[in-house]
């Protein structure tokens, strides 16, 4: 059972330019959470989603930033005309249905912004 | 609000030291704490949990008591080994999201 997948694992992206940071969750999983990591702080919460559904967005910037987890597919997170303080590392985790207290964390996209 | 304060690293000790990563949340209801521990280069991995008071999580040698009194959860290894050089989070979660602490950097020198 392969865990979380996050791809790609390094994007590099000029100021203006979009990034789309995409996961995939655990087989099984219908519920992902989207993480940013900034450099030498811990991890901030974004967004939770279950499949074509938001359930809590309360920690996504107002603009910009949008994810969204189809029926089908990875979920996306995209962040629209990137700036350098979006650099950073974005993690996935995704959990089994009803268990949202216990999280499997992919890899990590690390997004630097030139 | 939910929230972590754990202790500002980073933390350096030699093989075989004790290990004591201070951590205190605050929360409405009953949250689940955990710790999380992460390798360069790598994501997050759940190290331990605790789901309701007095409870104890334990792995590799770490362990954590639920400490409802004092809103506590700290994190404590007997003698730490090189391999636990990484970076060490603490979190609750009460709903949907789970919130982190800031980490702690541990560097276990031979």
């Known amino acids: 059972n392969a865990g979380v997948m996050q791809n790609p694992r390094h994007l590099v992206r000029r100021r203006g330019q979009e990034a789309r940071l995409r996961c995939s969750p655990m087989?099984?999983?219908?519920?992902v959470y989207w993480y940013r990591q900034l450099p030498e702080e811990g991890l901030k919460f974004m967004v939770y989603?279950?499949?074509?559904?938001?359930?809590?967005e309360s920690g996504m910037p107002k603009e910009r930033f949008s994810a969204e987890f189809p029926k089908e597919g990875p979920s996306i997170l995209r962040i629209q005309q990137v700036v350098r303080g979006d650099s950073a590392a974005y993690f996935c985790?995704?959990?089994?249905?009803?268990?949202?207290?216990?999280?499997?964390f992919g890899p990590g996209t690390r997004l630097t912004v030139l | 609000g939910n929230s972590v304060t754990q202790m500002e690293g980073p933390v350096t000790l030699s093989e075989e030291a004790f290990l004591t990563i201070n951590c205190t949340y605050t929360?409405?209801?009953?949250?689940?704490l955990f710790w999380y521990v992460q390798y360069p280069g790598e994501g997050l991995q759940l190290l331990l949990k605790?789901?309701?008071?007095?409870d104890k999580g334990s792995n590799k040698g770490f362990e954590a008591t639920y400490r409802k009194e004092t809103t506590s959860f700290h994190l404590e290894k007997g003698s730490v080994q090189v391999s636990d050089s990484a970076v060490y989070f603490c979190?609750?979660?009460?709903?949907?999201?789970?919130?982190f602490g800031a980490g702690t950097r541990l560097t276990v020198k031979p």
């Open positions: 087989k099984g999983h219908s519920h």
């Open positions: 985790a995704s959990s089994p249905r009803g268990s949202p207290d216990t999280q499997y």
């Open positions: 989603l279950q499949k074509e559904n938001i359930i809590d």
């Open positions: 605790a789901t309701k008071a007095d």
């Open positions: 979190a609750l979660t009460t709903n949907n999201d789970m919130r």
């Open positions: 929360a409405t209801g009953y949250p689940s």
